[in-house]
C-alpha cells in the first residue's frame, strides 16, 4: 500500500553546522585577539610562497604569527613555511578538496591562542569548494598568479566574493606571460565590486611592502569584516 | 539531515527534498544532482526526488538603493547606477526548505 507524502517544512541551512562552528571560532578568535588570515587559490599561485614570506617578515618585526596548512596528501607545504620559525600545522585532508571549521578546530586545539597576534589558514589549492566554508577567519584572502591570466575572477566568481581582498601574485613575470593588469582589476570589481586588490612579487619584492602594511592596519585596529 | 528529521518524525522514507540553490551558494547544480542518486542509496532517502528551485542573485545597491536581480554572477556592480558598492542580498542559499515522508505502514496487530 502506498501512502501520499507528508510534506514538512524544514528551511534548514545544509552547512549549518559548519557555520556554527565558524562562528564559535570566530569569536574564541576575537577573545583572544587574534587576527586570523586564510588564503585561497588555484594549486600553484603561490599560496605558500606568499605565506613563507609573510611568516618570517613578520617574526622578524616581533609579531607572534602561526599558520595551519591544508593538503591533500604531502606535508611539503609544512616544511616549508616552517623555515620561517613559526609555529606551522599541516592538516592533511585525504581525499577532502577544502578545509572546513571543524578541521580548523581540531588543528588549534593545543594551541593557546592568546600566544599568537597573527593565524593564517593556508587552504587546500582549489578555487571551487573553499568558498562555501565559513572557517572563522577575520579576512580571507584570494591569491591569483599573473600566469593564470586575467579571467579567472570571471571563472570562479564565487570564491571571489566571499574573499575580501585579492592578490595578484608572480607580477614579476607580468610581461613575459602579457599579463593585462587594467583588464585583471577590472573583471575583480565586476565580480567583488569594490574589492581590495593589491599586484606583488615575493621573488623581487614590488607591492610586498603595501601588502604587509594593509594586514598591519587590520591587526592594529583588529577590524573584522 | 533529511534521514534525521524523517526518523524524527516517525517516517521511513523520503520521498522528496526541496531544496534552495542560490547562484552564488558554490554548489554546481549538475554534480550535486549527480551524486544525490548515489548519496541516497542504501538511506531512507534511497530513491528520493530532489526538487532544486534555483535561486538568482539579487544585489541592493547602496548608492542608488535599489534591488536588482542578476542574470549574472560575472557582474555584481548595480546595472542602474554602475555603483560599486553592492551588497549580495539572496543568491547564496543551500538550504533544504522542506522534505516529503512516506508514513510509516500501519502495523496489523
Request: net charge negative.
Amino acid at each position: 500500500m502506498s501512502t501520499v507524502p507528508r510534506m514538512v517544512e524544514v528551511r534548514q541551512n545544509v552547512l549549518k553546522a559548519n557555520d556554527l562552528l565558524a562562528r564559535e571560532l570566530r569569536e574564541r578568535f576575537e577573545g583572544a585577539g587574534v587576527l586570523v588570515v586564510s588564503i585561497v587559490s588555484t594549486p600553484g599561485a603561490g599560496k605558500t610562497a606568499l605565506l613563507e614570506y609573510t611568516l618570517t617578515r613578520m617574526r622578524g618585526d616581533g609579531l607572534r604569527v602561526a599558520a595551519l596548512v591544508g593538503d591533500l596528501a604531502t606535508e611539503n607545504d609544512a616544511r616549508r613555511l616552517a623555515r620561517s620559525q613559526a609555529p606551522v600545522k599541516q592538516i592533511v585532508t585525504g581525499t577532502i578538496c577544502h578545509l572546513d571549521a571543524d578541521m580548523v578546530r581540531r588543528a588549534i586545539d593545543d594551541w593557546t591562542l592568546e600566544d599568537i597576534d597573527v593565524l593564517f589558514i593556508e587552504n587546500v589549492g582549489n578555487l571551487v569548494c573553499p568558498s562555501t566554508y565559513d572557517l572563522g577567519e577575520s579576512l580571507r584572502l584570494v591569491l591569483m598568479s599573473v600566469t593564470e591570466g586575467e579571467d579567472k575572477p570571471l571563472k570562479y566568481p564565487t570564491i571571489f566574493n566571499t574573499a575580501d581582498v585579492a592578490v595578484i601574485t608572480k607580477m614579476d613575470l607580468a610581461d613575459a606571460v602579457e599579463f593585462d593588469l587594467p583588464s585583471a582589476r577590472q573583471n575583480i570589481q565586476a565580480v567583488r565590486p569594490g574589492m581590495t586588490t593589491m599586484e606583488l612579487s615575493v621573488k623581487t619584492g614590488i607591492g610586498v611592502e603595501g601588502y604587509l602594511e594593509f594586514l598591519l592596519s587590520k591587526l592594529k585596529h583588529r577590524v573584522y569584516v | 539531515m533529511a534521514s534525521e528529521e524523517a526518523a524524527r518524525r516517525g517516517s521511513s522514507h523520503v520521498a522528496a527534498i526541496h531544496l534552495k540553490l542560490g547562484a552564488l551558494s558554490g554548489v554546481v547544480k549538475d554534480a550535486l544532482t549527480f551524486s544525490f542518486e548515489i548519496a541516497c542509496q542504501g538511506t531512507a532517502l534511497e530513491g528520493s526526488q530532489l526538487i532544486i528551485e534555483d535561486v538568482p542573485v539579487t544585489i541592493q545597491c547602496s548608492t542608488c538603493r535599489a534591488e536588482h536581480a542578476t542574470n549574472t554572477i560575472q557582474d555584481l556592480r548595480c546595472p542602474r547606477c554602475g555603483g560599486t558598492e553592492t551588497k549580495v542580498v539572496r543568491g547564496k542559499d543551500l538550504e533544504v526548505v522542506a522534505i516529503e515522508l512516506e508514513e510509516a505502514e500501519e502495523l496489523v496487530s
